[in-house]
């Protein structure tokens, strides 16, 4: 973690409050908590296949997730497809194939291809480049260049996942993030409108279908709460995105999520904000963010769980005892997580 973030992280948990003496929920706050805890692919089972690709989200499907996550960004022609940047440099060979395509900062930017020529694109693991070389972010998993993986889009994602639920009689649900709506909007594109457009078109309109829609944005989803959805006549389980940045610290403090309360329904926070970076396995320091959103009727579910040592915090024995802090010590609803068959069966042994 770099000095600015940690400055940014110690000042949220100091605005949040932590409370060592109490590691276990009361008994008011573990009535709030949902007696399923939900497991959601992070961009499906990225720990295993490159992210976002149609072959993660159907493994994520076969592992037991509750939901699988699509982060939505939205091409020249006006298609939602699924990636987690507005960039397409550090998943895909698009410098190779359109060298003379990036933007002034050397970015080659989904917004500025069709959906032709991104579908031309191939896919891999996430990578950076160190002295020219693509390196892979986390080295141990899908290795660079291997088997033919491609973007595609919302709709051909959520045909694929109400396909499963229809052959195989499950309920698995989608979790939806629209990305970085003010640049869109500022591209000349509206993603959130274009986003429910969709969901409406397959069915997800109200609150008790299998969806969460989140965002980091705060006033794009109050937009979308007190504008989009009632011209739409949409009713839709939304989520307040929290990062550790100081523009989120407002969202910390008991009046901060009583606000949030008047327009979502759960919040999906960085696990940093739900326990103090100075625990240890001996003291677990567990904000009252949780408690706060659980007595504001709201679900909590942090991001991102993942199995390697360097991923998870010093006072996490193993990927096991990680859920169990957060799922058992915190009282989280659910989880984002990069491996959903870790996590599914760590549920299913700890109802």
Known sequence: MNCLKRICLVAALSAVGCDASSNNLSSEDAAAVSAKKVVIAHRGASGYLPEHTIAAKAMAYAQGADYIEQDLVMTKDEKLVVLHDRHLDTVTNVAGLFPDRHRADGRYYVIDFTLDEIRQLSVFERFEMKEGVATPVFKDRFPLGKSSFRVHTFSEEIELIQGLNSSTGKSVGIYPEIKSPAFHRDEGKDIAAATLSVLKQYGYDEKTDKIFLQCFD??????IHDELMPELH????????????????WMLSKNGVQHLATYVDGIGPSASLLIAPDSTVSEIKVTKLVALAHAAGLQVHPYTFRRERNQMPPFAKDYDDFLRIFFDQVGVDGVFTDFPDLTARFVEADQ
């Not at 949409?234 to 610290?249: F, H, K, S």
């Open 234 to 249: 949409m009713d839709l389980p939304l989520v307040q995105l929290m990062g550790t940045e100081e523009e989120y610290r």
């Open 218 to 223: 705060a006033s794009e989803l109050q937009r």
